[in-house]
Nanobody, 117 residues
Framework: VPLAESGGGLVQAGGSLRLSCTSD???????MGWFRQAPGKEREFTAA????????KYADSVDGRFHISRDNARNTVYLQMNNLKPEDTAVYYC????????????WGRGTQVTVSS
């Protein structure tokens, strides 16, 4: 598996979860991103971080509640999700791309996050 996500689960609204994504082979200097796909909906961008960690980007729906970070020494990227809402329920995917490529070309299998009301 190119990228391996973990940390998903069931949480009550208002709670928190931290997702992790690791890769021994595809971390490198790639831009790392998180996407999510809710039932019956298209997959959507959630957050991204550059190699240095100095530049991050968030979807409006999660800005201020989610925080993306990376530990290059551990080849791991994290998504800290706070104040979760039922509408955050989705399969969350980790993805990677080289800086010169405009699309993400390396993907994980996803981890389920379910937020109960």
């Amino acid at each position: 598996v190119p990228l391996a996500e973990s940390g998903g689960g069931l949480v009550q609204a208002g709670g928190s979860l931290r997702l992790s994504c690791t890769s021994d082979k595809f971390f490198g200097s790639n831009i790392m991103g998180w996407f999510r796909q809710a039932p019956g909906k298209e997959r959507e961008f959630t957050a991204a971080i550059d190699y240095s960690g100095g530049t991050t980007k968030y979807a409006d729906s999660v800005d201020g509640r989610f925080h993306i970070s990376r530990d290059n020494a551990r080849n791991t990227v994290y998504l800290q999700m706070n104040n979760l809402k039922p509408e955050d329920t989705a399969v969350y995917y980790c993805a990677a791309r080289p800086a010169w490529l405009s699309v993400y070309n390396i993907w994980g299998r996803g981890t389920q996050v379910t937020v109960s009301s």
